[in-house]
């Protein structure tokens, strides 16, 4: 079992960045990539960007891309997911989640973390 905690989330104004963190713990050796997800009220659960653990690779979503950058800290078991930008429909609970090797879907998740953008 891998379990996730995201933090970081909070009230900002449309343009302004902030930077969500992702925590792993428990049996971290078999996590193969991390992502983040992202669930607006109303709205379907939906794929922000991911990094593929040992090889920092990253893809990202299209409404993420070039505002958006995940990254990784090589000394533990953090994600993060900077956010520059932001725009009023960024707001939305944020979810981190993490895959093993050879799973096709991801297989545990976060409690989220909120973002609003407003005004």
């Known amino acids: 079992q891998v379990q996730l905690r995201e933090s970081g989330g909070g009230l900002v104004q449309p343009g302004d960045s902030l930077r969500l963190s992702c925590t792993a713990s428990g049996s971290t050796a078999y996590n193969y990539a991390m992502a983040w997800f992202r669930q607006a009220p109303g709205k379907e659960r939906e794929f922000v960007a991911a990094?593929?653990?040992?090889?920092?690779?990253?893809r990202y979503a299209d409404s993420a891309k070039g505002r958006f950058t995940i990254s990784r800290d090589k000394l533990g078991n953090t994600v993060f997911l900077q956010m520059n930008s932001l725009k009023d429909d960024d707001t939305a609970v944020y979810f981190c989640?993490?895959?093993?090797?050879?799973?096709?879907?991801?297989?545990?998740w976060g409690q989220g973390t909120q973002v609003t953008v407003s005004s």
């Open positions: 990094i593929v653990w040992n090889q920092s690779t990253t």
């Open positions: 989640a993490s895959k093993l090797r050879n799973s096709e879907s991801w297989n545990f």
